[in-house]
Every structure is written in C-alpha cells, then in structure tokens.
C-alpha cells in the first residue's frame, strides 16, 4: 500500500467513525428514541412520548405528531371524512434545484415517505355526539409542513366544508412559513388567499379557532395564523413569530429572553388568547369553549346522548 491509499483509507476510516457517532435521519427515524437530549435528560423513548401525547413529561415540549395521530385524538371514535382537494404540485413541472438537491425529487421522496400529497390534511367529522367541525392539521416531515398552492388549496376546501356544513374550523397551525423551493410568488399567494377563505368563515358566524402546534413562523404567522376568533398555545414552549430569535436579536441589538417567542412570552406580550399546557386537555378545552361560542346546552344533551344526533347550531341558529 503506497502513501496515497493510506491515507485515502484513513480518509474512509474517519468517515466510517464520524458516520456511526452521528446517525442519519433514516437511522434516527427507525430508531426507538425520539428526543436527542429534551430539557438536557437525555434521549427520551418513542414509546414514552407516546404515551404522553408527544409531550415531553419534564418540560411540556411537545412535538410533532401526524395528521393521523392528530385526527384520532380529535374526532369521535376515530371517525372522520378527509377532505379531497386539487393537488398543483406537479413534480414533472419544477426545475428548481439547490444544493440539497432537486425539488422534484425531495417531493417524490417526501410524497412517498408520508403517503401525502400535501403538508396540510383537513377533515370533517364529529367530536362530540352533537358537535361537528372541520379540522386541519400538519406533516411536519413534509417540508417542515411549508405552504405552498397544495397547501393553499387544502386551507381553501377547508373553509368551504366549514360554510356548507355550518362547522366551526379548527386549524393546528404549524410551519416555518411559505415554500421557497417552489416558484416562491406563488407559494406567497397563499398568504391573501388564506386570509380572505377564513374571512368568509368568520362573515358566516362560523368560529375559526387556530392552535399553535410547536412553531408557527413566517408566512404563516402573517397570514391564517393571526386571523382566527382565537389563537391558542399548545404546550408552553410552542412558539410565534415572523423571524426567529436571532435575527430579531440582531436587528434589535439586544439579547432576548431565554423564552423569548414563546407561549409565556407571546402572551405576556398581548400574542394569542391562552395556553392549554398539556395536549391530553387540547379536545375538552377546544369542545368547551365551541360549545360556549355555539350556544350548545351539553347539561340537555348529556341526558341521552344517543338522541342528540342534530346537525351542528350555528351561533346564528342558536341566538
Ligand atoms: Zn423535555
């Protein structure tokens, strides 16, 4: 072996080391581990979290969970409608690539790994035996649940089964904003589209009522997110914002808050209305505070609940 293949091997054999001390995301995915070192205790078990509905027991950190997973702890005895909606995103037709690679291919592998189509799923169902409602929840995998015209259209037949079936919107909002490794104007269009689609809901006295879910950032926080009857905080640690910490820090010129942006944070500042601190309590506080908004008597509907069955009061009907 000359000079030039031993250190070609010792090349390989820093790679082989550096590989197996930092696993890949495949890796980390399969793993049964979830958090790499929440609140500094350490890994913390899939299985744990699971248990405790993706929060973390110690800080109350919460993290990301499935449209499936969310819909299952939502809707009545798992049951629900998944709302169709046109799909733009056509992979054969984006050309753009950064050094991350191609677009078209990271929607391919994207579309597979998650069986999605769209970073947002919205559905329809019943969450309690007389209170039915649109809701729409996030992939996080997908794009860091980004918005792009896929997205845009799911929000928008969204709004339009909550008018045509006199439901309340319920929207777990999360994302660090617009889509840019799609043609980013249109990706930014969603953001007035999404406005005026919860507007209309709003015009019908059809409450929208949108839940922080980990991180709503960007595009998002200046579209859909800030538009809603009320703006909730799951977990204390999810947090708002336009820009991040850094660049706020940087163009302020001041250091912020260990909680800067934060549920804590953002409330104290006059963000959001209030905290459900553990996502056990998210449908009881969600259904009781629609059933103030809709007028629904539970004291005569928890008589029979079998007999309950009517389509959902609109705050109109109800008054
Ligand atoms: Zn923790």
Same mark, same amino acid.
């Given at each position: 072996?000359?000079?030039?293949?031993?250190?070609?091997?010792?090349?390989?054999?820093?790679?082989?080391?550096?590989?197996?001390?930092?696993?890949?995301?495949?890796?980390?995915?399969?793993?049964?581990?979830?958090?790499?070192?929440?609140?500094?205790?350490?890994?913390?078990?899939?299985?744990?979290?699971?248990?405790?509905?993706?929060?973390?027991?110690?800080?109350?950190?919460?993290?990301?969970?499935?449209?499936?997973?969310?819909?299952?702890?939502?809707?009545?005895?798992?049951?629900?409608?998944?709302?169709?909606?046109?799909?733009?995103n056509?992979p054969?037709?984006h050309e753009w690539e950064d050094a991350s690679g191609k677009y078209t291919d990271k929607l391919k592998k994207t579309?597979?790994?998650?069986?999605?189509?769209?970073?947002?799923?919205?559905?329809?169902?019943?969450?309690?035996?007389?209170?039915?409602?649109?809701?729409?929840?996030?992939?996080?995998?997908?794009f860091g649940?980004s918005?792009s015209?896929?997205?845009?259209?799911?929000?928008?037949?969204?709004?339009?089964?909550?008018?045509?079936?006199?439901?309340?919107?319920?929207?777990?909002?999360?994302?660090g904003g617009m889509r840019v490794n799609f043609p980013l104007t249109l990706s930014?269009?969603?953001?007035?589209?999404?406005?005026?689609?919860?507007?209309?809901?709003?015009?019908?006295?059809?409450?929208?009522? $949108?839940?922080?879910? =980990? *991180?709503?950032?960007?595009?998002? #926080?200046? %579209?859909?997110?800030? &538009? +809603?009857?009320?703006?909730?905080?799951?977990?204390?640690?999810?947090?708002?914002?336009?820009?991040?910490?850094?660049?706020?820090?940087?163009?302020?010129?001041?250091?912020?808050?260990?909680?800067?942006?934060?549920?804590?944070?953002?409330?104290?500042?006059?963000?959001?209305?209030?905290?459900?601190?553990?996502?056990?309590?998210?449908?009881?506080?969600?259904?009781?505070?629609? $059933?103030?908004?809709? =007028? *629904?008597?539970?004291?005569?509907? #928890?008589? %029979?609940?079998?007999? &309950? +069955?009517?389509?959902?009061?609109?705050?109109?009907?109800?008054?």
């Amino acid at each position: 072996m000359n000079w030039i293949s031993k250190i070609k091997q010792f090349g390989e054999n820093i790679k082989k080391n550096i590989k197996k001390k930092f696993p890949t995301a495949e890796e980390q995915e399969a793993s049964k581990w979830r958090a790499q070192n929440c609140c500094n205790s350490g890994p913390v078990l899939e299985e744990e979290l699971k248990e405790n509905f993706y929060q973390c027991k110690n800080c109350n950190d919460t993290y990301p969970v499935t449209p499936e997973q969310r819909f299952s702890w939502m809707f009545l005895n798992n049951q629900y409608e998944i709302l169709d909606h046109p799909i733009i995103n056509n992979p054969e037709t984006h050309e753009w690539e950064d050094a991350s690679g191609k677009y078209t291919d990271k929607l391919k592998k994207t579309r597979k790994k998650t069986g999605l189509n769209s970073a947002l799923v919205a559905a329809y169902g019943s969450l309690t035996e007389n209170l039915k409602a649109v809701v729409v929840a996030s992939d996080w995998r997908y794009f860091g649940s980004s918005i792009s015209p896929d997205e845009g259209e799911c929000l928008l037949y969204a709004c339009e089964k909550s008018i045509s079936t006199n439901s309340p919107l319920i929207i777990f909002v999360q994302g660090g904003g617009m889509r840019v490794n799609f043609p980013l104007t249109l990706s930014l269009n969603q953001m007035p589209r999404s406005i005026i689609g919860i507007n209309e809901v709003k015009q019908k006295n059809l409450p929208v009522i $949108n839940v922080v879910d =980990k *991180i709503a950032a960007g595009g998002i #926080s200046a %579209s859909y997110c800030s &538009t +809603s009857d009320f703006l909730i905080f799951e977990g204390v640690k999810s947090r708002i914002m336009f820009a991040g910490p850094r660049v706020s820090a940087n163009a302020s010129n001041t250091t912020p808050p260990p909680n800067f942006l934060e549920a804590s944070w953002a409330l104290k500042h006059g963000i959001g209305d209030f905290l459900i601190e553990h996502r056990k309590d998210t449908k009881d506080t969600l259904v009781k505070l629609l $059933n103030i908004l809709l =007028k *629904i008597d539970t004291s005569v509907n #928890s008589v %029979s609940l079998d007999e &309950t +069955s009517e389509p959902n009061l609109t705050a109109k009907e109800a008054s």
